[in-house]
């Protein structure tokens, strides 16, 4: 018997897996990460990528229509809903992130959320269906990402939701519209052709666009395979279809599906405490520990008294932004991470708004840092660390050290701080009534019966007079969206 093929393993686990093969902990944790990203997409609506993006989308049409999420007045065809909401989502960096390193939900949920209410309403899909879509999705983002060490670290070349996000958005959508394994296959043929993006597009209003690409372009590739449109059935196999975007690309057949184990099982993702790059949190932290030595009760920081700020970090060059300018840089800036948590004690929402970057107590702050690169401490999410000394002028040198913080699959947020982070992140968007609704509808997202219920909640917004107003304009409640979130597991 010829051994199948690595994509046909693939398409036939797709197709294969059934509700009965989630376990209680992948519910359990992926009802967390479709928490979280309705959360930040919620928030994502109210910025300037967002308002771009959804601009563009309103010159297409189609009789069928999906929701922009928290836009009542605004409806797209469906592939362009699940562009738009991916945009959110990623739009302030706020967003989960696996290991090996991605954003495994905002290239999913999207789309099965935006087909939730675009297919015909019988039969209804469940809250079981949209679980079991959406684990499908993840699963096949992780597995690709395990057949390349490249892939294991923070990434150089292209930006991973960009290349796995888009499979998984496909795989999602094949599950969610029930094709065959025929056509599984081919949907993750025409995927790869839509999948990629460069890095260079990091700390760019650009960069955003990657999730909601791959939200868009997955979905087109299965309603492509639905009708029949093919590909390379070997995709997956060969150096010049997926392996062409890793290194040392070595792709294994998937086990059988009576012996499937879940990636989410083992591997959980981390949940952010504000709207940066992943590894700026360990940044944070540190300079959480060291400013104790610095401040005493509510006394400002002694900036002059500061000769210099060392990190000790991985080498990651788009995150090394010495004096960032706009809002996008300054979330991929190990050095403004580390002078705002310095100079203020916390880090919020609006601390990336541009009045805050040019602070001139910050820029001075940014003058005195500098960035050492130890060689033990790799770009790899589940290894790196950070470790700052603040040596003052009259000799004296204060040094912590992070390995782990609150919101790493190490040390995960409590239930009651995701929450919280929803309620912060939605509430300036939704209803109360809607907010509520919502976190109680995906706490038992598995005993929903048709979760087309989640799309009229997100349409249930607060009132203009608040909704209209620009985030700039905010007072967000620091206990929620900032860095001082005092409860752990």
Known sequence: MMLKSVTESFAKVIHGLQVGHLTDRVIQRSKRMVLDALGVGLLGTSTEVFHKASGYSKIYSSNVSSTVWGQPELRLPPTYAAFVNGVAIHSMDFDDTWH?????????????MALSEALPPSPKYSGLDLLLAFNVGIEVQGRLLRFSKEACDIPKRFHPPSVVGTLGSAAA???????????????????????????????????????????????????????????????????????????NYSPKVLPDLDSHTWLLEKQDVAFKRFPAHLATHWVADTAASVRRHLVTDKAPLPIDRIERIVLRIPDVQYVNRPLPKSEHEARHSFQYVACVMLLDGVI??????????????????????????????????N???????????????????????????????????????????????????????????????????????????????????????????????????????????
């Open 348 to 381: 919020t929402v609006p601390a990336f708004h541009k009045r805050q970057i040019d602070r001139p107590q910050v820029r001075e702050l940014l003058g005195k840092v500098e960035l050492e690169h130890p060689q033990d401490n790799l770009p790899n999410f």
């Open 100 to 112: 090996p390193a991605t954003h495994p939900s905002g290239a999913v949920l999207p789309v099965l």
């Open 173 to 247: 959508a094949s599950k969610f519209f029930g094709l065959s394994v025929t056509e599984c296959q081919e949907a993750l043929a025409i995927a790869v052709s839509h999948a990629g993006a460069p890095m260079a597009n990091a700390a760019t209003q650009t960069k955003p666009l990657h999730m909601g690409n791959a939200a868009r372009h997955g979905l087109e590739a299965a309603f492509l395979a639905m009708l029949g449109l093919q590909g390379n059935k070997r995709i997956l196999d060969s150096e010049t279809g997926f392996g062409a975007f890793y290194a």
């Open 383 to 489: 290894t790196l660390y950070c470790e700052m000394s603040v040596a003052l002028k009259d000799g004296a040198v204060f040094t912590e050290r992070s390995d782990t913080f609150y919101g790493h699959w190490r040390k995960p947020l409590s239930q009651k701080d995701l929450q919280e982070k929803f309620r912060a992140n939605s509430c300036r968007t939704l209803s109360c009534h809607a907010v509520e609704r919502l976190i109680e509808i995906v706490e038992n997202l598995e005993d929903l019966e048709d979760c087309s219920v989640l799309t009229t909640l997100l349409k249930e917004t607060s009132p203009p007079k608040i909704a209209s107003k620009s985030i700039q304009h905010l007072t967000v409640p620091s206990y929620n969206l900032s860095y001082g979130l005092t409860t752990s597991k």
